[in-house]
T-cell receptor, first 115, second 108 residues
Framework: DVKVTQSSRYLVKRTGEKVFLECVQD?????MFWYRQDPGLGLRLIYF???????EKGDIPEGYSVSREKKERFSLILESASTNQTSMYLC??????????????FGEGSRLTVL | AQRVTQPEKLLSVFKGAPVELKCNYS??????LFWYVQYSRQRLQLLLR??SRESIKGFTADLNKGETSFHLKKPFAQEEDSAMYYC??????????FGKGTKLSVKP
């Protein structure tokens, strides 16, 4: 059973703080993704990665960065948190190509509140 | 531009009634389309994909290239179907492009 684990379910941070959101998957998936989920806006892709040390910008990368030093771990970093980054953050992983293309396995989410 | 449109934010039906959640897409190539579901307090998960042409939990979805649609249907809704449903399009970079979602509420 594929497991994507996000280290923090709930975080409360102050404006200007640096925030780290960690995600680990245990199925040796090549692809990893960070989305944010907001009511009425759906899921929007922040960054994704096809391989270790590789990263690609998604639709809303501003204010975020990522790190993928190991295949199983993909971190989302908010260098200086702002109130408009209050959201639910979802990490996901998937295999590269093949018939499983398109099946993303999601973590439970990290709900971040920035005060 | 690659885009997914789900016109309904909320769909409310009674138990036993038919359900249709609408999804339209914009994509220049041959699309790969999916429906994802998120039940209350659970993680987002794949419900079905068009390439499989399968029925999951009584739901089906047919790709209509002429109308660029991939509507999700179920003939008789159950209370346990209440959830958030997202239509998704396979992007050119291996990512998924999601619609804004439709919240389905099935009343007893």
């Amino acid at each position: 059973d594929v497991k994507v684990t996000q280290s923090s379910r709930y975080l409360v941070k102050r404006t200007g703080e640096k925030v780290f959101l960690e995600c680990v998957q245990d199925m040796d998936h090549e692809n990893m993704f960070w989305y944010r989920q907001d009511p009425g806006l759906g899921l929007r892709l922040i960054y994704f990665s096809y391989d270790v040390k590789m990263k690609e910008k998604g639709d809303i990368p501003e204010g975020y960065s990522v790190s993928r030093e190991k295949k199983e771990r993909f971190s989302l970093i908010l260098e200086s948190a702002s109130t408009n980054q209050t959201s639910m953050y979802l990490c996901a992983s998937s295999l590269w190509g093949g018939q499983n293309t398109g099946e993303l396995f999601f973590g439970e989410g990290s709900r971040l509140t920035v005060l | 531009a690659q885009r997914v449109t789900q016109p309904e934010k909320l769909l409310s039906v009674f138990k036993g009634a038919p359900v249709e959640l609408k999804c339209n897409y914009s994509y220049s190539g041959s699309p790969e389309l999916f429906w994802y579901v998120q039940y209350s307090r659970q993680r987002l998960q794949l419900l079905l994909r068009h390439i499989s042409r399968e029925s999951i939990k009584g739901f089906t979805a047919d790709l209509n290239k002429g109308e660029t649609s991939f509507h999700l249907k179920k003939p008789f809704a159950q209370e346990e179907d209440s959830a958030m449903y997202y239509c998704a399009l396979g992007g050119s970079q291996g990512n998924l492009i999601f619609g804004k979602g439709t919240k389905l509420s099935v009343k007893p």
